[in-house]
């Protein structure tokens, strides 16, 4: 009854197009003051993915995947954690002022230093390239630099297709510190060296797993799986790289959650439906600790989170989900996949 109550909801709510809002390089560039070359969240939906292979783990179709032994236990497990939006629901972890943004640089963008002051050894040490504009501007930093947010900063290079990810980043006044910082190569499957993090807890690149606007609003079926968060967690497997915890029972970072095939997913609105069906194509990758089951996107000032996602997100219940086989597409394993 909830869920049909919801469906009703998201049917006949009425609110201002989300697309007459500024998107997020619109309201950079409002007082002319960023180059012209620097983008912010820019569309991306005419690519085949941020990772461009498509035996990528954020890539790969999973619907297909075989259901883990232990996948009740899991879905019991995450049920019964504490959460402000009930125990076992779902919420979108993005709004017109949270979330995640992501600058597009050339590749000439200069490259700066970056101070790491909690994982130095983990981190790679070389320059990255971040706006001049970044130091003063709090849309390039997730939650405009909230202090209560992990102030990831994401930075694409889009001639030669590097990621340049950081985290809990700040402008001191003389210099960039940053907890940890990671460069991905996204012509290639190579993961981070095993033990290691990277700006997410499970040693993974943030930006592919995102919601973002472009896709959600634009022609294509959603061709990825989705970033999210649990309260608890145990362990690592394959594609994740590190552990962020050892709660007995908690899931492992890199575990994948896939929304059921017999999900009725008709009574939404097309966003949501486009959503939902990526949750059962590409499902979600557990990649960090935080608020449990929160689903992360881009900060964009365009999102309708209260009238669309959150109605949306909260009438999905754990239960509506399997995990997949642990480890499932690892090389060697169920599914092989070269060069990773």
């Known amino acids: 009854m909830l869920r049909i109550l919801l469906f009703t909801l998201l049917s006949v709510t009425n609110c201002d197009s989300p697309r007459e809002k500024m998107s997020p390089n619109e309201a950079l560039h409002a007082n ?57 629901r779902f919420h979108p972890d993005f709004t017109p002022r949270f979330g995640i943004p992501f600058a597009s640089v050339p590749g000439t963008q200069p490259k700066v230093p970056v101070v790491f002051t909690s994982y130095p050894e983990e981190s790679d040490q070389v320059g990255y390239p971040i706006p001049e504009e970044a130091k003063f501007n709090p849309l390039f930093i997730e939650s405009q630099g ?19 990810e950081l985290v809990q980043t700040r402008w001191t006044g003389e210099q960039w510190e940053a907890n940890c910082g990671a460069v991905f190569d996204l012509a290639t499957n190579k993961r981070r060296p095993e033990g290691w993090t990277s700006t997410d807890a499970a040693g993974l690149a943030v930006l592919p797993g995102l919601v973002r606007y472009d896709e959600v609003y634009g022609p294509n079926p959603i061709k990825h799986a989705f970033r999210v968060a649990v309260k608890r967690s145990n362990g690592y497997v394959w594609p994740a790289s590190h552990e962020a915890g050892d709660t007995e029972g908690a899931p492992p970072m890199g575990m994948r959650l896939r929304l059921k095939a017999s999900f009725d997913i008709s009574g939404y609105v097309p966003e949501m439906q486009k959503i939902l069906q990526a949750m059962k194509t590409h499902g979600l990758i557990v990649a960090d600790n935080g608020g449990n089951l929160y689903v992360t996107g881009t900060m964009d000032q365009r999102w309708d989170t209260r009238g669309t996602f959150n109605p949306g997100f909260h009438s999905l219940h754990v239960s509506d989900f399997d995990v997949i086989q642990l480890g499932w597409g690892q090389p060697g394993g169920h599914e092989p996949s070269p060069d990773q």
């Open 32 to 88: 002319g003051n960023v180059s012209a070359a620097v983008h912010l969240s820019p569309d991306l939906s005419h690519m085949p993915g941020v990772y461009l292979r498509p035996d990528n783990w954020w890539n790969v179709d999973i619907s297909q995947a075989p259901v883990d032994p232990n996948s009740a236990n899991f879905i019991a497990f995450l049920n019964e954690q504490e959460s402000s939006i009930g125990e076992g």
């Open 146 to 164: 909230s202090k209560d947010g992990d102030r990831h900063l994401l930075i694409l290079d889009r001639d030669n297709w590097l990621l340049y």
